[in-house]
């Protein structure tokens, strides 16, 4: 009875396991579209929404991509900050993992009442995304989970 059940077991998650779908593809935007410059020049609008900054946001990220400097945390919150954006407000990863290793990518994110802009810039091309997502925590003043860098300069 028992080597019956077990076979039946075997069998049903067999099967089962056919009936699990992929997941979907993250749709994202390709490096020619990251970089076009927009037809007009976005604003800033210092007392704004995540939202209302957005395009000011990934403009600023799209002129840090087509540049030279390293796609570091120094360099990108110095950008953001001579963008306009309060540095105080904002988050970094950190430029390497706690192993050593260069971080393949940086997170940078400005919190903008109790939601955040937060941008990924991507260290081997330079390729980048940028979103508005609602602010985390207990006193929802965060926008990168986590350990992030101290901003100290």
């Known amino acids: 009875m028992l080597p019956q059940l077990t076979a039946l077991l075997v069998a049903a998650t067999v099967g089962l396991s056919g009936c699990v779908a992929a997941p979907e593809p993250i749709e994202r935007p390709s490096k020619e ?9 976005p604003e800033f609008f210092p007392e704004g929404t995540a939202e209302d900054n957005l395009p000011y946001f990934h403009e600023t990220l799209r002129q840090f991509g087509a540049g030279a400097e390293p796609v570091q945390g120094v360099p990108v919150v110095n950008a953001l900050a001579a963008a306009g954006f309060d540095k105080t407000k904002m988050q970094v990863s950190f430029d ?58």
């Open 33 to 41: 579209e990251n970089f076009q410059k927009p037809e007009k020049p």
């Open 96 to 153: 390497e993992s706690k192993t050593d290793l260069v971080a393949d990518n940086i997170f940078a994110s400005v919190l903008l009442g109790q939601d955040c802009l937060i941008g990924q810039v991507i260290v081997a091309d330079r390729s980048f995304v940028t979103e508005v997502a609602p602010a985390v925590g207990p006193d929802k003043n965060l926008c990168l989970i986590g350990a992030t860098r101290p901003i100290d300069w």
